[in-house]
């Protein structure tokens, strides 16, 4: 039997996964440089990986899954299971996520948004909410998504793959998907990716106490000094 981790929250009916890259500088949140520098970036992901990871261990859940591009580091907590994603294309390596646990409900959430909390996942992860629906999905403010769910992850590779990632029509083709396959869809709040610089400081603000906040604080007056000095060549 796998003992308790301690400050877990109890077992659930669903399966959480959570995709994600190792934070290495240059290779993720390249987006935020300029203003930050690729080291700063990799803190912001790191940070924000750290919040989401918290966040599962507090949610209900049969286990708990980090779908890694890359290895672990001193970010992560006890309590997950490790796998790595597969080749291809975001699309590829979403479905492959799904389908490695076709035992149940799963939820999947990404590193982009570490304003979630317990109290935004409950509804998909609670004993009874998977009666009468199939899917649950969270809209990102961008036009993606930041959380898919799925009864039968067997089924993924049928409902994901061929999906164009990365558009401003990203979620609407997706959650297509998931009705025209004849799936009962509930959804989740919106919420917002941190993608760029204003998304980061937005994002900080409304988890003020985050670890992503206080790494966007700690970093906020080189980045700002960054700005000024391209805005006057």
């Not at 890359?70 to 796998?83: A, H, I, T």
């Not at 294309?89 to 948004?113: K, N």
Request: aromatic share 6%; glycine share 10%; net charge neutral.
């Amino acid at each position: 039997m796998t003992p308790a981790i301690r400050g877990a929250a109890p077992a659930g009916p669903v399966t959480l996964l959570v995709i994600a890259k190792e934070p290495v500088p240059g290779r993720v949140k390249t987006r935020l440089t300029p203003p930050y520098a690729p080291w700063q970036a990799a803190a912001l992901a790191e940070a924000a990986l750290a919040d989401t990871l918290d966040v599962v261990l507090r949610a209900p859940a049969r286990r708990r899954v980090l779908v890694l591009d890359g290895s672990p580091g001193p970010w992560l907590p006890p309590g997950f299971e490790v796998v790595p994603q597969v080749a291809g294309g975001l699309d590829e390596r979403l479905a492959a996520a799904f389908a490695r646990y076709d035992d149940g409900p799963a939820l999947l959430v990404g590193m982009d948004t570490p304003q979630v909390t317990p109290e935004l996942l409950a509804p998909a992860v609670a004993s009874g909410r998977w009666d009468g629906c199939e899917a649950w999905f969270g809209p990102a403010a961008d036009g993606g998504f930041w959380t898919l769910g799925l009864s039968e992850p067997g089924l993924a590779p049928g409902l994901i793959r061929g999906v164009p990632m990365s558009t401003a029509r990203t979620g609407e083709i997706q959650r297509r998907r998931l009705t025209d396959a004849g799936l009962r869809v509930r959804d989740l709040p919106p919420l917002r990716d941190v993608d760029n610089a204003v998304d980061a400081a937005e994002v900080a603000a409304a988890v003020p106490h985050s670890r992503f906040a206080a790494a966007v604080g700690r970093f906020a007056d080189s980045a700002a000094s960054r700005v000024l000095t391209d805005a006057v060549r």
